[in-house]
């Protein structure tokens, strides 16, 4: 008897942790309609897009697809950016990330380009390294040259943080860099 019970408990448990995964599956569905919507209908809505997915904590592939569309229809440097890193983490995403840090490159700013060669694995350096020379912006030549001198090959952070060097992952938005170390 206590062996059927405790049968009864283990089936009572699964059935109850099916219905969750089912539930959650079903809210992602929901979110991800939602978010295609987003990237169907308002222009530069990449970067809310994203922001959502990770609210929502994942999506399905055609939201991927969707954002994705929307970056490539609006030439949207900040969304292909934050796109690419997530593609770059997440190697199963349907997501074309070589056109996207292209779009970076070639569309973005010598910030998110600066942001691409610290934050890539494997960035296009000599792609990267040619727009800053040619944008003549000092400060971001200056940045790179220095980041470069550390790192010749552009490894990106991830491979600095792993052989022991210290780094920061750069974000996008300017802040305030000043830290006291005393």
Do not use: F, W
């Amino acid at each position: 008897m206590n062996n059927q019970t405790s049968e009864q408990l283990n089936e009572q448990r699964e059935a109850a942790e099916q219905a969750m995964i089912e539930k959650r599956r079903e809210r992602l569905k929901n979110e991800s309609t939602r978010i295609i919507e987003i990237a169907n209908t308002e222009s530069y809505s990449a970067l809310k897009c994203i922001h959502q997915l990770s609210v929502a904590g994942g999506a399905t592939e055609a939201t991927y697809v969707a954002i994705e569309q929307r970056i490539v229809v609006d030439q949207d440097p900040a969304g292909a950016y934050h796109l690419a890193l997530l593609a770059q983490n997440t190697p199963d995403l349907p997501i074309d990330a070589r056109q996207l840090i292209e779009l970076v490159v070639n569309k973005g700013d010598n910030h998110q380009r600066l942001a691409l060669l610290k934050n890539l694995p494997l960035p296009p350096v000599e792609l990267i390294k040619a727009q800053i020379l040619a944008s003549d912006d000092g400060e971001a030549i200056g940045q790179m040259n220095a980041y470069l001198q550390i790192n010749p090959e552009g490894y990106g952070s991830h491979h600095m943080l792993s052989s022991g060097q210290s780094d920061q992952i750069v974000p996008l938005s300017p802040g305030n860099n000043n830290q006291n170390d005393d």
